[in-house]
């Protein structure tokens, strides 16, 4: 018997549920006189294969569907003989080098080639192949578009079901239709009593969330947390890091970016922020995971609630800027060190004034290279400990 999810597998666009953003592209595409090869590109079931095979079959060109992972490239080329269009799904799976072996077949239109990824094609593709591609970015399906989707499904299996309990699987589906009718089905083969929402929640096997360190979502989840954490936000932090760990994020990475985070967005305004998130990172990795999950929450909190200063890596990179468009200068003579004879006569440590030996452990020295007095990079805010910690330098500054 065929899953449901192949069994009501669209044939045409008018029964195809979501993507309405290329489905006219598609459709004025497939009016010219050659098919161009294309890619679509977005997450698990939302509908690229099927967007694929429909193009296929109303071509009506002899064509042949293709997994990567199973298929080499000996293999392929007995498979596209004799045919105009191969669908080949998971082109990401093939390596760089393998998918040098599309360039002549594309370049002399010996085949249309209809591909699906999951992985962002600006890493996971060559240039050269990605030039002879159009690209379409599909999403994954609203939860309207997942209604329509049940509706189809539930037809085909005589199935009643509530909406509330249609909302459940929904949402544990993630936009991913594939999974959803999965659900469905599953759903169908309960007793009417157990179909209710929170039946479905205690019965219904558990989905797995989808995490891939190379694809997008990483970086987008990664993001967002940053971002949250910047933005003083808790709550936010915690759900993206929760999305992390449970998708199966490394949480070496997340104490990776706590740490920077702390450096980078907390800083000076409360400079106890870095040795947590340092703290952090040795707890995690003394207990492991779940229970990691404890001390990666405490310092998202920490550092959501702390009053924050980029004051730190905003001097960093004026001083990085400065470098980049005057060059290196030389260290004033004064500052040197004098570890030889010969360079005490060149008059390396000559004037140095040692700061311990001056009341509060200051004297007023130039210390930046010559054609640079004054130059200021760091600039300070006025948030949480960092105005007390500047409050020498400030006096010192009027006095210069």
Excluded at 15 to 43: C, E, N, W
Excluded at 172 to 186: I, K, Q, W
Excluded at 338 to 354: I, N, R, T
Excluded at 372 to 378: E, I, K, L
Aim: charged letters at 20%.
């Amino acid at each position: 018997m065929q899953p449901l999810a192949h069994a009501i597998r669209p044939t045409s666009f008018e029964d195809f549920t979501g993507q309405t953003h290329v489905i006219t592209r598609l459709q004025t595409m497939l009016k010219a006189k050659r098919l161009p090869s294309i890619l679509f590109y977005g997450p698990p079931g939302c509908g690229k294969s099927t967007l694929a095979l429909i193009l296929a079959q109303t071509k009506g060109q002899p064509y042949v569907r293709v997994s990567a992972p199973e298929a080499g490239l000996a293999a392929l080329r007995t498979l596209i003989a004799g045919k105009e269009i191969l669908i080949l799904d998971e082109l990401h799976r093939f390596s760089k080098a393998q998918q040098d072996f599309f360039l002549p077949l594309l370049e002399s239109g010996d085949i249309t080639l209809l591909a699906t990824t999951t992985e962002n094609p600006s890493f996971s593709l060559t240039r050269q192949l990605l030039s002879r591609l159009h690209v379409m970015r599909l999403r994954a399906l609203s939860h309207a578009e997942m209604m329509l989707v049940a509706k189809r499904g539930m037809q085909a299996l005589g199935l009643d079901l509530a909406p509330e309990s249609q909302d459940v699987l929904s949402f544990m589906s993630g936009g991913d239709a594939r999974t959803f009718l999965n659900l469905l089905e599953f759903t169908a083969q309960l007793p009417p009593e157990k179909r209710s929402p929170a039946e479905l929640k205690q019965n219904l096997p558990e989905q797995v969330m989808r995490g891939d360190r190379d694809a997008d979502q990483h970086y987008e989840l990664a993001s967002a947390f940053i971002k949250s954490i910047r933005g003083s936000d808790p709550d936010a932090a915690l759900y993206y890091l929760a999305c992390m760990l449970e998708s199966g994020e490394d949480p070496r990475f997340v104490c990776r970016r706590l740490i920077i985070s702390a450096s980078e967005d907390v800083g000076l305004a409360d400079p106890g922020a870095l040795p947590l998130a340092v703290a952090c990172q040795q707890a995690v990795e003394m207990v492991g995971m779940p229970e990691g999950s404890i001390p990666l929450a405490e310092a998202t909190v920490y550092l959501a609630l702390a009053p924050k200063s980029n004051s730190t890596y905003a001097a960093y990179l004026a001083a990085k800027k400065e470098l980049a468009t005057q060059g290196m200068r030389p260290v004033p003579l004064h500052l040197r060190n004098p570890s030889a004879k010969l360079q005490k006569q060149w008059g390396f440590g000559e004037g140095y004034k040692y700061p311990h030996a001056y009341p509060g452990a200051w004297v007023e020295q130039e210390y930046l290279p010559e054609g640079m007095a004054g130059v200021r990079f760091y600039q300070e805010k006025d948030q949480g400990e960092e105005p007390k910690l500047t409050t020498r330098l400030k006096g010192r500054r009027k006095k210069s």
